[in-house]
């Protein structure tokens, strides 16, 4: 999994940042940071301190569908998302059943990737039925800050949902606006015959970047391979 998640990291590239940033090599001098050298060796300019426009980072958002229809991938998907919080600090990751719960804390709580986290006592966030919409919703209206326009949203669902396709809609609606790239996990897409057309996987279909299946690291380490950002 640490191996999928470092793949996914170095496939998804942002554009270079607008701003001038400290860097080992660049474009421009930087001419406080040079004097500064030079004071420390007598008044000779050995060292050139250098400016440049790095790459920027982006964020990732994954949200994990914890309800009982999920209970046989639940687990997989928590161990990609601990590994993917492992291989950069840039990761929020977030259950629902049927209502949100944000586990970046109990992910950080557990640094040795020989322990992994359970989702087992995560109260309404696991083991219940499916809100998929409202618990979306609720993280477009309360964790807006972290959607942003280099925000990489993945959302791992059987598409379940028990509520209302309007505001499932609404969310997706907004969080596509927002974000970078909105990918759907399904785990079942790899099931013969399942019809994506049959539950409210239909009503998320036009807000997707990518809608694809992922039961192995290395489904996992593919699944932004060739992936256009909105950004």
């Given at each position: 999994?640490?191996?999928?998640?470092?793949?996914?990291?170095?496939?998804?590239?942002?554009?270079?940042?607008?701003?001038?940033?400290?860097?080992?090599?660049?474009?421009?001098?930087?001419?406080?940071?040079?004097?500064?050298?030079?004071?420390?060796?007598?008044?000779?300019?050995?060292?050139?301190?250098?400016?440049?426009?790095?790459?920027?980072?982006?964020?990732?958002?994954l949200v994990l569908d914890a309800s009982r229809s999920m209970?046989?991938?639940?687990?997989?998907?928590?161990?990609?998302?601990?590994?993917?919080?492992?291989?950069?600090?840039?990761?929020?990751?977030?259950?629902?059943?049927?209502?949100?719960?944000?586990?970046?804390?109990?992910?950080?709580?557990?640094?040795?990737?020989?322990?992994?986290?359970?989702?087992?006592?995560?109260?309404?966030?696991?083991?219940?039925?499916?809100?998929?919409?409202?618990?979306?919703?609720?993280?477009?209206?309360?964790?807006?800050?972290?959607?942003?326009?280099?925000?990489?949203?993945?959302?791992?669902?059987?598409?379940?949902?028990?509520?209302?396709?309007?505001?499932?809609?609404?969310?997706?609606?907004?969080?596509?606006?927002?974000?970078?790239?909105?990918?759907?996990?399904?785990?079942?897409?790899?099931?013969?015959?399942?019809?994506?057309?049959?539950?409210?996987?239909?009503?998320?279909?036009?807000?997707l970047d990518r809608f694809c299946s992922a039961h192995t690291?290395?489904?996992?380490?593919?699944?932004?391979?060739?992936?256009?950002?909105?950004?």
């Amino acid at each position: 999994m640490l191996a999928a998640a470092r793949a996914l990291l170095r496939t998804i590239r942002l554009g270079k940042s607008r701003r001038w940033h400290p860097a080992a090599q660049g474009r421009r001098v930087h001419f406080r940071r040079t004097l500064r050298k030079g004071l420390q060796t007598g008044g000779e300019f050995i060292h050139t301190a250098w400016l440049a426009h790095p790459h920027q980072e982006p964020r990732f958002v994954l949200v994990l569908d914890a309800s009982r229809s999920m209970a046989a991938y639940t687990e997989t998907l928590l161990q990609f998302a601990f590994a993917l919080r492992l291989s950069s600090a840039r990761v929020e990751v977030f259950s629902f059943s049927t209502h949100l719960k944000r586990l970046t804390r109990e992910l950080e709580a557990h640094p040795n990737p020989d322990d992994p986290p359970r989702l087992s006592g995560m109260a309404e966030a696991w083991g219940g039925g499916t809100r998929i919409g409202e618990s979306l919703r609720h993280l477009e209206r309360h964790y807006s800050g972290l959607v942003g326009p280099h925000t990489v949203l993945l959302i791992a669902s059987d598409g379940l949902d028990t509520g209302e396709p309007q505001v499932l809609e609404s969310a997706l609606r907004t969080l596509y606006r927002r974000s970078a790239a909105l990918i759907w996990l399904n785990p079942l897409l790899a099931l013969p015959g399942y019809n994506p057309q049959a539950n409210c996987m239909k009503t998320a279909l036009p807000y997707l970047d990518r809608f694809c299946s992922a039961h192995t690291p290395q489904e996992l380490a593919r699944l932004a391979d060739g992936l256009q950002l909105r950004c």
